[in-house]
Nanobody, 128 residues
C-alpha cells in the first residue's frame, strides 16, 4: 500500500519552532504535489500548505502564512514543513498527502479528497 510517513512532531513552547518531514515508504515523491494537513481534537481536518512537484509553487492557508514554510529536497525524496512562531492553536496531528493529479491547480487545500496516500500523522503540541 502506498503510504507517506510523517516525522518531527513533538512538544514545543509557544513561539518555538519545529520541522516536520514527509517521506514515502514504497514510491517516490519526486513527481507528486504534496499537501500538509492538520487535525485538532474535535475539529475537521484543515489543509495548511501544498508544494508543487518541482518545488517552485507553494500555497498556504491564511492562518499559517508568514510562519510556516514548505519545501522539498527531491534528491532526498523528502518534503518539509518548517513551523515557526508556533501558537497553542497550532496543536494538532499533522499529516502529509500526495495530490492525485499532476495538475497543481487542482490540488486545492480546501479539498482533501484530491489527496491520497495519507500517513499516520505526527503530533505537534504547543504548550508552556
Amino acid at each position: 500500500q502506498l503510504r507517506l510517513v510523517e516525522s518531527g512532531g513533538g512538544l514545543v513552547q509557544p513561539g518555538g519552532s519545529l520541522r516536520l518531514s514527509c517521506a514515502a515508504t514504497s514510491f517516490t515523491l519526486k513527481l507528486a504535489h504534496i499537501g500538509w494537513f492538520r487535525q485538532a481534537p474535535g475539529k475537521e481536518r484543515e489543509g495548511i500548505s501544498v508544494i508543487s512537484s518541482g518545488g517552485s509553487t507553494t500555497d498556504y492557508t491564511d492562518s499559517v502564512k508568514g510562519r510556516f514554510t514548505v519545501s522539498r529536497d527531491n534528491a532526498k525524496d523528502t518534503v518539509y514543513l518548517q513551523m515557526s512562531s508556533l501558537k497553542p492553536e497550532d496543536t494538532a496531528t499533522y499529516y502529509c498527502a500526495a495530490c492525485g493529479t499532476p495538475q497543481f491547480a487542482r490540488c486545492v487545500l480546501s479539498d482533501d479528497n484530491a489527496f491520497g496516500s495519507w500517513g499516520q500523522g505526527t503530533q505537534v503540541t504547543v504548550s508552556s
